[in-house]
């Protein structure tokens, strides 16, 4: 896997790239780095050439330390893609990621082939589990506790019990941020909502989902699909919100069919 910077909308971008073909461009979700899809990229390698890339606030990605909202990082994926040399790519966006992969389909809507929202939402303050906020508003302040029983959250009912490897997993993607990193972060995501936009998204979309999510309920992501012109769903069972650390080969089975699919 290949890291760079690219510089894109006034950002000097880190991403890692790996493979050949289609460009398909993962997104991140709000407390992680690119580094979250290290284990998934790999297993698409042999058909797209899969980048992962730092948001601002994250990881190796600089920018000026300002306000911003969700619609000023859907530009940055649009700069993105463009600077890596492409017109349109595919992508992938997880959670915080997902809003990211809406605002940029529906401000440029020529620059998405495909889309696939996995363990989505619309608006953070009414479709994110309220207790997940507290835990994750007590862990940003040093809360170890609050960390230990967020984590838990990010992945199905008592997985964590069978695979305490999962917690490992979860702790090393993670990006480190300062408070006022977090901050201008949670500010974005609170101001945006895409409920009464869901109908203006052109392409053709996946919306993804565990049957186990406990940070955002399967609901939303189904109203989602549904609210979306063109929009498949997809539940997989037993998985929770971070399914793409659960069970990566799975999640790449079901993104391979949806875009290699006529």
Known sequence: MTARHVEANGVRIALDSVGRGPLLILIHGGEAGRGMYANLAPLLADAFMVASYDQRDTGDTLANPTRYMMEDLGADLAALIQALGHSRAHVFGTSFGSLIAQEAALAFPNAIDRLILSAPLREPRNDLNPAAISLAAAAAQGDASAASRFA?????????????????????????????????RREAARACSTTTRLQRIAAPT???????????????????????????????????????????????AAIRTFLQSK
Do not use: K, W
Not at 212 to 236: C, E, H, K, W
Not at 241 to 246: D, G, I, W
């Open 152 to 184: 838990a959250l990010m992945f199905a009912p008592g997985a964590t019990v069978a695979r305490p490897d999962l917690l490992d997993t979860l702790s090393a993607i993670n990006a480190p941020r300062t408070l006022e990193q977090s901050a201008r």
């Open 206 to 252: 996946l919306v993804m989902c565990g049957g186990g999510d406990q940070i955002i309920s399967p609901d939303v992501a189904y109203a989602i699909a549904r609210a979306a012109p063109n929009a498949d769903f997809t539940m997989l069972a037993g998985l929770g919100h971070a399914l793409t650390l659960e069970a990566p080969r799975r999640v790449a």
